[in-house]
């Protein structure tokens, strides 16, 4: 079967580096993503990896490695805005989006 | 903003009732696709469409049927609603790109009672 894990909830500081795991078992691999979904609101894109290595985009980077079916998003400088939950999909050999259950992100002051 | 629109965003209705959910996008998008979201479960596809009156079945599609006779427009029918059909509703277009992102609307949260 087709599995996506990453953990229910971290907690982290305002102003601190949080880094966010996901772990895949698809059957074939055409891309990873990383979405944001802020509490009642529609998921939104915040990157995408197909190659291994880490992709850096502002303050949020995202890193895969296909032969460990391992990604992580890294985010740093946290604001209280960034408190949402982040999803991670990767698309399978039949180019369809297969979801983690999502990492809820705390952040306190 | 991939300009895509769902109505209702609110529904409460009852066990039995038949209910059509719709999605709308203005930027002419091959792909649509339908999602239900659930407490501790990611995204799970119920139908999706490549084309004008082309649709295909995704993970949760029982009990659910879909129609396309317009680009535009993608409509989500629960036949007969059930308790379990409960659920946050989101419809997606795929982006063009070598991502092929997907973009989401609002969502439509659904209740039946």
């Known amino acids: 079967g087709q599995n996506i894990d990453q953990p229910t909830e971290m907690t982290a500081t305002e102003g601190a580096i949080v880094q966010i795991n996901c772990t895949y078992q698809t059957s074939g691999f055409n891309g990873l993503f990383w979405y944001q979904q802020h509490a009642g609101e529609a998921p939104t894109f915040l990157s995408y990896n197909v190659l291994d290595g880490l992709e850096e985009k502002g303050r949020f980077s995202s890193f895969l490695s296909r032969s460990k079916g391992y990604s992580y998003l890294l985010l740093k400088e946290l604001q209280m805005k960034d408190s949402a939950s982040y999803l991670c999909?990767?698309?399978?050999?039949?180019?369809?989006?297969?979801w983690g259950a999502g990492t809820k992100l705390i952040i306190k002051p | 903003d991939a300009g895509i629109t769902q109505s209702p965003r609110h529904k409460v209705t009852e066990t039995g009732t038949p209910v059509t959910l719709r999605c709308h996008q203005t930027?002419?998008?091959?792909?649509m696709y339908w999602y239900r979201q659930d407490p501790g479960h990611g995204l799970r596809l119920i139908h999706y469409s490549y084309g004008v009156k082309d649709t295909d079945k995704g993970e949760v599609s029982d009990g659910y049927s879909v129609s396309r006779s317009k680009t535009e427009d993608f409509l989500l029918t629960l036949e007969s609603a059930t308790s379990s059909q409960t659920s946050v509703y989101f419809c997606?277009?795929?982006?063009?790109?070598?991502?092929?992102?997907?973009?989401f609307g609002p969502g439509t949260r659904l209740l039946v009672l």
């Open positions: 997606a277009i795929k982006g063009q790109g070598e991502a092929e992102t997907q973009y």
């Open positions: 999909a990767v698309t399978d050999s039949n180019y369809q989006l297969i």
């Open positions: 930027e002419n998008h091959r792909y």
